[in-house]
């Protein structure tokens, strides 16, 4: 199929380079210029400006999205004039659910179609495959196959005991989940439980490292001294994250993930611990509350993400001046042993 | 009555001071000389050594022991020789309420009783009277009565819609609340209490501070710049904590003591935000756990002030480092916004 | 002065009683005629017909309206036309405060003004007092000010170690927060505050009822068993409730509740424990999350409710499932013990 | 090899018929007989006691316990008499560290050598192979390489960028983690983590499930009516699973197991919500607190399940309780819609 990519960026690129590797045609752009040279060298007509892109595909025209959340509505707004009935934009960036069902209610008025792919993968998607979320018509989801199919990582073994093609699509690594909004609305589900599992292996190592502190003394907490004391293992946390990947009940390919980490930098020494945090994390916890489910996990991953920030920081304060109020207690160094 | 103190730091010393001013006799004893000065003063008779102290009470004697939970063994170590039969021994302090169990065991085993008070009221206590938690034999902790009488606060109101004296002694500021080990216990589950209404407040008015940010930039987050930028509310917090104070549900002494700090340094400068934490928050996690009654508030008020401390930095550097490895990732600026 | 008062529920009715008692005037209405009937007993004038209500106000006219957050739109909606210029609309209830924000942007087009009230007092506010954060235009609140020192529980001893009057109205129990919505917000974060001082309770007073457990067994968990069984005493929780209330750290009105309700009904046989929550609960966290602002506290306290009125058990079906899928264990009876 | 497998429980029961089909030999002993017969038709010699067990291995001997962690003590007590110098005792099971620990000085003085061996992979192992977190003496633990080489998974992949044979014995699937007691305390942080998992999952599933109601009214919760009728999707979870088995950045073991038993019970009908939880995930939570290492999302996941066998509820009863204090509040129905 011919298809206009819409944002190069580390995401939007690699989709193009996938679907040009697979024998479709792409039309890219980006405001900036120099994005277009990866996609390039692999195939991709590079046009330069959005009505160059629009003019290059046939109607019904199809345009896959591939921008921040935050960015979304004002190309949309320079694309809607252009476009005419039958075109389709696919979104495949992390858009809010209910934005995405706003969108299509207005895309529909003037007869064009939005399809919300949420697409997970990272950086390893252009070789491993994305796993597509989908919302959107059955009829329109159904005529893009092609290039889900694509994209997709391809047929793997089932779930054991998994009837043959109970799910098929699914077994592919693409599925229709809904009308418009509803694979956005999965994505962003599945960010969360992905923030969930991310907090799970961290906390878990980052009790075995207090454990393995060379020097008890070092730790700063007396307790925590004792512990390591106790234990005497010099622990090795990149050896354990590799051990686990095999037969274990925790391997994943986050733990996959966590064990190159900690084969080149055991330390982790590069890294600040300012972790970031982004809009799906937030909304999933939202979407909890609107639904009144309790998310306990997934909040506190999210709440390690915002106190890594410093955001806790008056709360902490106030805690301390309690303490002085009360007490009289003086605050102890940080790290410090408990009192 | 006339008994002995054992350790004058700020709460020994006050706790002398209060039963001297109640007419009763203290011979006090700390390793620290310098220490028996202030209670000196209001009439306490300072013995230089632990035995001079026990020399100068009479048989059976009193002596309420008032030291930091590790230092207890020790000292008891020291004691026991020297006491004889029917002398009672007052566990003031905050010592773990297992290690009393024991300890009031092998003191039995001599004659000797042991009385666990657990007590509150910090610094005020002196003024304010303190609200003591006691665990021992019946029969001891009632021939105790008049001390723990002029050390509790004394008779106020019972909550409205009780009986008058359905439970006498509490309503003065005393109970008996079991055999040994049952003071310290309900002493570390008030603590544990303690830490989750500190956190409640302490959340809530980091949430005020960063919905008022008068620069919504400063913040670092840009969607609490929008948030404050919508409320365009110069939030005055310790205003606030002191209308919370009238007629509120959330009215504490706690709450007494936010306004008092923040009235003082409504930025809480004077502080760095590294909470201590001491034992009883601890075991009162580890007591949710034995007893499999899920403390969620409790840990998590506790997990904040580990935080505090800087030792989550491990595991969110972790989180980092596999945003790093899935997404290309790099950290955000500390405080910073989402992305 | 005179005041309409739209809405005599609990809240209502007892705001009309409480400015009556002042020596104001009320003209009240409530689509169940016979909610007027105790208002009318303190004097106020009952209005059949909200046209009535107005039409006895002398311009401009002074509306507190007391309704469940759901219905404001709607009595506004109704109330719009019939208003005119200079005339003062006072939400008293608990609105969402960017609806607030809203509301007040349209009603100030027609020149009038809307006045966010949060009040919190509950049944008690009638005898104590109503402590009130206000939102507005800095002059209509100020005009307001004899209804809201009539509501408000009066002149009360400033936090010790604050000047005298540093904040005046704080001290009587109402405060201008800021401008409209600044109100509702931070009764909005009082509510959160109340979220998560009342489960440090809640957890505490549960740990200590299965510390107590007269026979081990009967907790259905073993080690909570050998909890009890090494702790052997028999905790009366509404004497330790009644006792924390005399010089402990954690002595409260929530506590004096606390205190009352075990005094009545010790096993608290007459509730079922499903929570109910309100729209404040969880606006808080939605709040703290768009402010990148943690509340581990404050959201394991929403979920707490959440959970006990059985949302968490699909999550706790599939824990059930998994533990099956892997390890081929059954589940245990409700209540039972760990595996 | 010749070893004794004493314990044949689901799990003894399979490493002996993997130990047996890899070529080693061994003898095996249950207190119930009939649990012989499945080693026994693999190869295995079933001893009718544990003295015929012991006579029936060479000096010096090798026997692996696999036993429940509250069952070990009264074996060691039997087989101390009979063990002779350099005889090696594998401790398969979730012993707690610390009794670990405290075992092996123990047997040491007796010239009897223990190792820990922490073993992952249920009832998936026989088939798979089993993760091995070994701890010991090193001359020992080497010695019984071929054992671990043998129920370990074997070699596969290393994670992508680590450098050939960097962690030599782990990427086969067993791991020398350090001293007595490593093992398992290394296995005791995996399963806190394989609960933060589990959890992570559940909540999100949880949330898809709330969200698709087929009844907007059905959910009782009129806010997850309202979500669920913006979204309109009829969500399929069981195909959400297999799906993010595809490519996603969730993709898990556990994962694989989700959607093998979502395919088979969609609704999960056949479990209660029940969820047990071992030794292993609370001595996780204790550690963290004696490491004063934060575990906000580890915890969540251990209350969880507590609050899933009805733990919570006095908490939840006092909560009712305070609502009707204060305001007068009555409780919703079970599930029911938040006032």
Known sequence: MRIGIL?????????????????????????????????????????????????????????????????????????????????????????????????????????????????????????????????????????????????????????????????ASAELGYLHCGPSGAGHFVKMVHNGIEYGLMAAYAEGMNLLQHARAADPAAGGDTQAGALAGLLRADLDLGAIAELWRRGSVVRSWLLDLTARALARDPELSGYQGHVADSGEGRWTIKAGIDAGVPLPVLSAALYARFSSRGRASFADKLLSALRAEFGGHVEPKPGGEPR
Do not use: K
Not at 77 to 98: A, H, K, M, T, V
Not at 105 to 130: C, K, M, N, P
């Open 7 to 167: 944002g190069l960026g580390r995401m939007g690129a690699n989709i193009a380079r996938r679907l040009l590797r697979a024998g479709h045609q792409c039309v890219v752009f980006d405001r900036r210029p120099e994005a277009g040279a990866e996609p390039s060298r692999d195939g991709a007509e590079v046009a330069p400006t959005l009505a160059h892109m629009l003019a290059a595909l046939q109607a019904p025209r199809i345009v896959w999205i591939m921008l921040p959340a935050g960015a979304v509505d004002a190309v949309l707004d320079e694309l809607r004039p252009r476009l005419e009935p039958d075109d389709i934009l696919i979104d495949g960036g992390n858009s809010y659910y209910q934005d995405t069902i706003r969108r299509a209610a207005a895309l529909r008025a003037a007869g064009v179609h939005l399809v919300d792919a949420g697409t997970s993968g990272g950086i390893w998607g252009l070789e491993q495959g994305y796993c597509l979320m989908l919302g959107g018509e059955t009829a329109v989801v159904r005529a893009l196959e092609p290039i889900f199919r694509a994209l997709a990582p391809g047929a793997t073994t089932a779930a054991p005991g998994t009837q043959p093609a109970l799910y």
